[in-house]
Antibody, heavy 123, light 112 residues
Framework: EVQLVESGGGLVQPGGSLRLSCATS????????MTWVRQAPGKGLEWVAN????????YYVDSVKGRFTISSDSAKNSLYLQMNSLRAEDTAVYYC????????????????WGKGTTVTVSS | NFMLTQPHSVSESPGKTVTISCTRT????????VQWYQQRPGSAPTTVII?????PSGVPDRFSGSIDSSSNSASLTISGLRTEDEAGYYC???????????FGGGTKLTVL
């Protein structure tokens, strides 16, 4: 069974940092792109970042460029999101998801999702 | 860049059929696959339609997807509505010009 389990969320002050993790199992991790998606309270889904299978290419939504870094460790079958210079508007549930497709295919989507971890940015 | 526009909410009675639309604001709807995600209250999203029309394993055949080039839109149709279908539904596509994943704003389905 494919499983994605996020961790690392919590309460952080504006300007602070947090590192989210996503532990995966049930599939060959380095065969797939991976994605972070977030959802602010009462709002819709927002794509945050993608990483290619081998970690060579990463992509970000404009609002987090220069502040967030997506990375992966295939030896640990894990995905990460380093979040720096956090703002109140980064408050959200952050979901880890497995990706299908990619640049070479002209399409991309998420086929399996984790349950999410909550990040609250507040003083 | 393009956006995906969805109705904010729809409602229908149990046993009936409902269709949720997703309109692409620029470029052609057929240029990249459209997916649909279901999010029940308090839960993570799940994938109910991939690649415009395909159902992942385990998704009931009451769920179907389509695209219409004339209206530049995609649609999710749910037949034989059940109370458990009450959820938020999000369409999604991919902007290959800048490698960005695009979500629609979401539609709240009420089954009453």
């Amino acid at each position: 069974e494919v499983q994605l389990v996020e961790s690392g969320g919590g309460l952080v002050q504006p300007g602070g940092s947090l590192r989210l993790s996503c532990a995966t199992s049930g599939f060959t991790f380095n065969y797939f792109w991976m994605t972070w998606v977030r959802q602010a309270p009462g709002k819709g889904l927002e794509w945050v970042a993608n990483i290619q299978q081998d970690g060579s290419d990463t992509y970000y939504v404009d609002s987090v460029k220069g502040r967030f870094t997506i990375s992966s460790d295939s030896a640990k079958n894990s995905l990460y999101l380093q979040m720096n210079s956090l703002r109140a508007e980064d408050t959200a549930v952050y979901y880890c998801a497995r990706g299908r497709g990619g640049d070479d295919w002209g399409y991309y989507y998420m086929d399996v999702w984790g349950k999410g971890t909550t990040v609250t940015v507040s003083s | 860049n393009f956006m995906l526009t969805q109705p904010h909410s729809v409602s229908e009675s149990p046993g009936k059929t409902v269709t949720i639309s997703c309109t692409r604001t620029s470029g052609t709807i057929a240029s990249s696959y459209v997916q649909w995600y279901q999010q029940r209250p308090g839960s993570a999203p799940t994938t109910v339609i991939i690649e415009d029309t395909l159902r992942p394993s385990g998704v009931p055949d009451r769920f179907s997807g389509s695209i219409d080039s004339s209206s530049n839109s995609a649609s999710l149709t749910i037949s034989g509505l059940r109370t458990e279908d009450e959820a938020g539904y999000y369409c999604q596509s991919y902007d290959s010009s800048n490698q960005e994943v695009i979500f629609g704003g979401g539609t709240k389905l009420t089954v009453l």
